[in-house]
């Protein structure tokens, strides 16, 4: 039976939550420690950059969604992934880890190629292949780091804002899945083109040279945080998982390449660490960011305050 | 879609028009053909407006005879000669496939939305709060006054709170 992708869209609606419901001076932000706060705050700033990009993926995905119901449906995860950008910053400030202007952290260079590419690209890649990518990111990024976070944070409102991100999430990815369903369901001709068209060089270079070291570079920071690698590769086995079980997602080309994309991430002897992802990252590090010029201006949009005059 | 609590002053129908707006901080909520017409008056006197765009339409300065894809074309050259920001400008195209295909009169519109106290806004409204209105990135945007476009989703439902 087809899902029902208008009652998806009515209870996101009905699930929807503000900054402004939370009481951010509540009582918990003593349990952040000196020391946690150290440690925790690159690993934050990147967490709200990578929902901030997602924000990024999502609206880049609504301007290519096959009915009008999905793509309104995106509009709302592209505002919910902002939602969740927003109150990871304003969790940042009240645990005292943002400047006193309180002006958003600099994003990695990662961080900054994903922006770029998103900006040059996003908009042209074919739905199939951005529709594959990002439940990848989401359950590979999104899912891990989250339950990093309330792993090692006690404070009560960052369960209870992470309580409704948490909900949220596990609508994307529902949703991400369902219509990869629905692509995969479609004619042949119409899923080979679609393949065939996003292999561009441009394109291919440019998810390769930003997306592997940015999952690697997230896998960094869990490690130097002191927390178990494996936590980030059972997040990363879901995305074969789910999409297992669906009855057409594996007719999509696109999903074949980024499922054995992620069976090597999560094998790490496979020689994609050694010889491809790990020194990426190192030499993305070296990269100037002068080079990749001034970010569209959707990168200013993200703010800690809930209630704007 | 109701206006809920919101306890500040609504404006329907053509009410915005020749209205004072001195001191006052408005949320425009409507489609782009409509906020085309309301977002220069209501900026010509509010202290700061914020146009909740529900979808955007194509704005040409003048009427253009002809085919509709000759006023697209028109609207899309008066879109990209007006706003010079690539991301404002993707929020203000309508999307090619199920998107507007007509054209509205708005010679003032790209104009205004470049005030100082003049903020476009997409995201989805989804609430209306005592002061303000909820949009789905997660934030209340206070407001005095909103101004309803004609066929805003909001515009057939009274005032229940």
Same mark, same amino acid.
């Given at each position: ?86 109150? !990871? ?88 899945? !369902? ?131 | ?161």
């Amino acid at each position: 039976m087809a899902y029902d992708f208008a009652a998806m869209l009515q209870t996101i609606k009905d699930k929807q939550w503000s900054l402004a419901d939370i009481d951010w001076d509540a009582p918990g932000a003593e349990t952040m420690t000196n020391e946690l706060r150290a440690k925790m705050r690159p690993f934050m700033a990147d967490l709200v950059w990578i929902e901030h990009v997602g924000a990024r993926g999502f609206a880049s995905l609504a301007k290519k969604a096959p009915t009008p119901e999905i793509q309104e449906i995106y509009r709302y995860f592209h505002a919910e992934e902002q939602k969740h950008a927003n109150a !990871e910053l304003a969790l940042m400030k009240r645990w005292g880890m943002l400047d006193e202007d309180g002006s958003m952290p600099e994003p990695n260079i990662n961080v900054k190629l994903a922006i770029k590419v998103l900006d040059d690209f996003g908009d042209t890649l074919p739905l199939t292949a951005l529709a594959t990518l990002i439940p990848l990111l989401e359950c590979a990024l999104d899912g891990a780091l989250v339950k990093f976070l309330l792993e090692e944070v006690s404070d009560p409102v960052c369960h209870q804002v992470f309580r409704h991100i948490n909900s949220d999430e596990a609508r994307h990815i529902t949703a991400d899945f !369902e219509v990869l369903e629905l692509i995969g369901a479609g004619p042949t001709h119409k899923l080979l083109t679609e393949s065939i068209g996003s292999l561009k060089p441009q394109i291919v270079l440019g998810l390769i040279v930003v997306f592997v070291p940015l999952i690697n570079k997230m896998r960094d920071n869990i490690v130097a945080m002191g927390l178990p690698e494996k936590k980030l590769y059972n997040a990363v086995k879901r995305f074969s998982t789910i999409g297992g079980r669906g009855e057409f997602t594996k007719r999509i080309p696109a999903y074949h390449v980024l499922k054995a994309q992620a069976a090597m991430i999560v094998d790490r002897s496979h020689v994609y660490h050694r010889f491809l992802a790990d020194p990426m990252v190192k030499a993305t590090r070296l990269i100037p960011a002068k080079l990749l010029g001034k970010p569209q201006s959707w990168t200013e949009e993200i703010t800690h305050e809930p209630v704007a005059s | 879609m109701t206006l809920g609590e919101f306890r500040g002053e609504v404006l329907r129908g053509t009410e915005w028009f020749g209205h004072d707006f001195a001191g006052q901080r408005v949320a425009v909520v409507a489609p782009g053909r409509e906020a085309a017409q309301i977002v220069p008056e209501v900026a010509a006197t509010a202290l700061s407006v914020k146009v909740f765009q529900e979808e955007p339409d194509w704005v040409v300065p003048m009427p253009v005879p002809g085919p509709s894809v000759v006023g697209v074309a028109v609207a899309r050259v008066f879109l990209r000669w007006q706003v010079k920001d690539p991301w404002i400008r993707r929020l203000l195209t309508p999307d090619r496939r199920f998107g507007s295909r007509k054209t509205a009169l708005g010679l003032g519109y790209y104009g205004a939305l470049k005030r100082p106290g003049c903020k476009l806004i997409t995201w989805p409204v989804y609430a209306f709060a005592p002061n303000g209105i909820r949009t789905a990135e997660g934030i209340e945007h206070r407001a005095d006054v909103v101004v309803l476009g004609a066929s805003s989703h909001f515009a057939p439902e009274g005032r229940t709170g």
